[in-house]
Structures are given as structure tokens and as C-alpha cells.
């Protein structure tokens, strides 16, 4: 496997046995994790992983104030690595560590946003498992990262989307995002943010 081996030696990833979930950024109303947190839930209990073998990480601050009550109803309080709210850098790292990203979108988001997240998880190149509303920047994730994609009440579907992700994993077949997502993702910003401040010229 010397893929695989070349891959394990890159100095900002360092070898882990441990699965790294990772969901970055705020903890809100448009971005609610309770359907996830119970696929998670599923995932585990069938695969019968402990907290040795897989970790979820949340990196943002808590904006529902309920984040923590939909963990303890999961019993995942041993599983979850709560950061709260970081710098810019940190999230950066929490990219870098994690083996999938995760992204919500719950109902109530207008169709045609496009969430800053968004890029920062094109740019990652990891794999996105990708759980609700079909908004324009989840549009540009399924176009363009390695993605899963679960409706978002779709329990079953998002622990088995883990379960798959996890095989891969184990076997160091994660698929990684096409080598010029990076450069897309900040010209689509850039462009993104020229349109923007043209629509707000005009007003």
C-alpha cells in the first residue's frame, strides 16, 4: 500500500488509529446536528466502536444553546470533542486532523446561500458527508468534494454513509477531492464576493 504509507507521512497528519469526524463552524438554527448526532449514534452502536476508535469533533460556537442536551440524549457525551469557539488557524487544523467533514443544512435556508464554510471545505480536500437542505453551497460541495449526501431526518442513511466512510478509513481508501479544488474554491470566493458587492452597488 506505499499510497497509503506516502499519505500517513505527510508531517501535518500524523498517523492515527483513531476515525476523526469534524464539524466546523457554527452551531445554529440553519445548521441543527440532532438528526446527525442520531445516525452517529446508530453508526457506533453497529459497528460497536468505542471512544478509542472514533471521535467527534465540533469545532464553533453553540448559538441554540441545546447542543450539548442532543448529545446527552444520544449518550455521546465519551465520543464528542466540543472546541467551541476558535481562531481561524485552529479551524484550519481541525480540517487538516479530521478523516471526514461533516455539513448541515437544516430547513428555513434560502436556496440560493452559499455559506462561508463552504469553502473552507472545498479547500480541505477531505471527504464531506453532506446531510440536508440542497442550498446553493451544498450544490457546490456535491459537485465538487468527495461526497455523501443524506436527506436530513435520514438516520439510517447517514449511519450508513459513516459506516462506508469508516471502511475506507480502516482500509486507507478515503477518497480525497480532485487536486484543484483548492484553487476553485478561493477564484468561486473571490468571484462570489465581486458579484456581491456589485448587487449591493447597485441597491
Given at each position: 500500500q506505499p499510497l497509503a504509507l506516502a499519505r500517513?507521512?505527510?508531517?501535518?497528519?500524523?498517523?492515527?488509529?483513531?476515525?476523526?469526524?469534524?464539524?466546523?463552524?457554527?452551531?445554529?438554527a440553519y445548521t441543527i446536528p440532532q438528526t446527525f448526532l442520531a445516525g452517529f449514534k446508530q453508526f457506533?452502536?453497529?459497528?460497536?466502536?468505542?471512544?478509542?476508535?472514533?471521535r467527534l469533533n465540533f469545532v464553533g460556537a453553540d448559538l441554540t444553546g441545546e447542543f450539548l442536551n442532543w448529545v446527552r440524549q444520544h449518550d455521546l457525551e465519551a465520543y464528542l470533542n466540543w472546541r467551541g469557539y476558535v481562531s481561524h488557524e485552529e479551524a484550519v487544523a481541525s480540517f487538516q486532523?479530521?478523516?471526514v467533514l461533516v455539513y448541515i443544512v437544516s430547513a428555513g435556508v434560502g436556496d440560493t446561500i452559499i455559506p462561508s464554510k463552504t469553502f473552507e471545505y472545498l479547500a480541505a480536500q477531505k471527504p464531506v458527508l453532506a446531510i440536508g437542505e440542497q442550498i446553493e453551497g451544498m450544490r457546490i460541495l456535491l459537485e465538487h468534494a468527495a461526497c455523501r449526501y443524506c436527506a436530513f431526518e435520514a438516520i439510517a442513511d447517514i449511519a450508513r454513509s459513516l459506516l462506508a466512510f469508516y471502511a475506507e478509513f480502516h482500509h486507507h481508501t478515503l477518497p480525497a477531492a480532485p487536486a484543484q479544488t483548492e484553487r476553485f474554491a478561493?477564484?468561486?470566493?473571490?468571484?462570489?464576493?465581486?458579484?456581491?458587492?456589485?448587487?449591493?452597488?447597485?441597491?
Open positions: 500517513r507521512k505527510q508531517p501535518a497528519a500524523p498517523p492515527h488509529e483513531r476515525f476523526e469526524l469534524a464539524f466546523v463552524g457554527s452551531i445554529s457506533v452502536d453497529i459497528a460497536q466502536l468505542s471512544p478509542a476508535e472514533v486532523q479530521a478523516d478561493r477564484a468561486y470566493q473571490t468571484e462570489q464576493l465581486a458579484a456581491l458587492l456589485e448587487n449591493h452597488h447597485h441597491q
